[in-house]
């Protein structure tokens, strides 16, 4: 439990404060302590209230899905911020999709197959929110979030809306290169006029592939590192560094796709980040490679 008595004074808002929440049930994973408060914004206005009036000394972390961060087992002193249904709409205007930070991918691909347009049927098979998916360039089967993407608004650590063209954030692979301290609110997407059948295919060659080659029934969080450059695949280094399978409590690389870590039952953060730490290690004492994390590690 985090002791509430260093909390500073926090702004009155429209939305509602949550103190001492266990994050465990909020990741993917099922690990991590609580957070020292959370806000839910009501809206657009009361997030730009709390952040130009919340004290300067509070560290703010957005989290959407938590499907792909790993937050210690302490917990996060500061303030967790969850964006609600508010901000999880979504609008076609024409070819271009109009989406909400706090829609899920899987779900955002779906509709626009619905009204027929192509472009991200990638992402259904990222778990997360497009918000996270903005911040790291998420991306799967040879396509990437900035491959679409127009533009995005967010909200500065300040309470300033803002709206930047996509090619000015100069994406790269893995990596948003958002201002530090923003929080993606809004973007939009360029997608194309396709039928509705023809998407539904690609769709379900997608969630098939996931699913034979994912362990995504079990307790993970995504990919674990990224992919070094020259075209290596970071599972083929770890596979070669005979880390598949490799336990640590009950951490575990996955046997199914060894660059997934496993919660099996009751494993800790720092079990998990520990197993990380020994594969970054393994791997780089055989290949001279260090794997660099992809999981957001908070706390």
Same mark, same amino acid.
Request: charged share 20%; aromatic share 8%.
């Given at each position: 439990?985090?002791?509430?008595?260093?909390?500073?004074?926090?702004?009155? $808002?429209?939305?509602?404060?949550?103190?001492?929440?266990?994050?465990?049930?909020?990741?993917?994973?099922? #690990?991590?302590?609580?957070?020292? #408060?959370?806000?839910?914004?009501?809206?657009?206005?009361?997030?730009?209230?709390?952040?130009?009036?919340?004290?300067?000394?509070?560290?703010?972390?957005?989290?959407?899905?938590?499907?792909? $961060?790993?937050?210690?087992?302490?917990?996060?002193?500061?303030?967790?911020?969850?964006?609600?249904?508010?901000?999880?709409?979504?609008?076609?205007?024409?070819?271009?999709?109009?989406?909400?930070?706090?829609?899920?991918?899987?779900?955002?691909?779906?509709? +626009?197959?619905?009204?027929?347009?192509?472009?991200?049927?990638?992402?259904?098979? *990222?778990?997360?929110?497009?918000?996270?998916?903005?911040?790291?360039?998420?991306?799967?089967?040879?396509?990437? $979030?900035?491959?679409?993407?127009?533009?995005?608004?967010?909200?500065?650590?300040?309470?300033?809306?803002?709206?930047?063209?996509?090619?000015?954030?100069?994406?790269?692979?893995?990596?948003?290169?958002?201002?530090?301290?923003?929080?993606?609110?809004?973007?939009?997407?360029?997608?194309?006029?396709?039928?509705?059948?023809? *998407?539904?295919?690609?769709?379900?060659?997608?969630?098939?592939?996931?699913?034979?080659?994912? !362990?995504?029934?079990?307790?993970?969080?995504?990919?674990?590192?990224?992919?070094? !450059?020259?075209?290596?695949?970071?599972?083929?280094?770890?596979?070669?560094?005979?880390?598949?399978?490799?336990?640590?409590?009950?951490?575990?690389?996955?046997?199914?796709?060894?660059?997934?870590?496993?919660?099996?039952?009751?494993?800790?953060?720092?079990?998990?980040?520990?197993?990380?730490?020994?594969?970054?290690?393994?791997?780089?004492?055989? +290949?001279?490679?260090?794997?660099?994390?992809?999981?957001?590690?908070?706390?």
């Amino acid at each position: 439990m985090i002791k509430l008595s260093s909390l500073p004074s926090l702004p009155a $808002v429209r939305g509602r404060y949550e103190f001492d929440v266990p994050l465990s049930q909020s990741t993917w994973f099922r #690990v991590g302590g609580p957070a020292e #408060v959370i806000f839910k914004p009501a809206d657009l206005e009361d997030l730009c209230q709390f952040l130009s009036q919340k004290p300067s000394n509070l560290s703010c972390y957005p989290l959407g899905a938590g499907s792909n $961060v790993l937050v210690a087992d302490a917990g996060l002193p500061g303030c967790v911020i969850r964006l609600g249904r508010t901000f999880a709409t979504i609008e076609q205007q024409g070819n271009l999709v109009i989406l909400g930070a706090g829609c899920l991918d899987r779900t955002v691909a779906l509709t +626009t197959c619905q009204w027929a347009l192509s472009g991200l049927e990638f992402l259904v098979g *990222i778990p997360g929110t497009i918000g996270g998916a903005i911040a790291m360039n998420a991306g799967a089967y040879g396509h990437e $979030v900035k491959d679409r993407l127009q533009w995005v608004e967010w909200v500065t650590p300040q309470g300033k809306v803002e709206r930047i063209a996509a090619h000015a954030l100069n994406m790269t692979y893995r990596e948003g290169h958002l201002p530090e301290g923003v929080i993606v609110t809004k973007a939009a997407f360029l997608c194309d006029p396709k039928p509705s059948p023809d *998407i539904q295919l690609t769709l379900d060659a997608f969630l098939s592939e996931r699913e034979k080659s994912q !362990p995504i029934r079990g307790r993970t969080g995504g990919s674990t590192f990224k992919n070094p !450059p020259d075209g290596l695949k970071a599972w083929q280094l770890i596979d070669q560094a005979g880390c598949r399978g490799l336990k640590i409590g009950d951490a575990q690389v996955s046997e199914k796709h060894c660059n997934f870590l496993l919660n099996l039952d009751a494993a800790s953060a720092a079990d998990l980040e520990q197993l990380g730490n020994t594969v970054q290690k393994r791997v780089y004492d055989q +290949t001279g490679i260090m794997l660099e994390w992809e999981i957001i590690r908070l706390g």
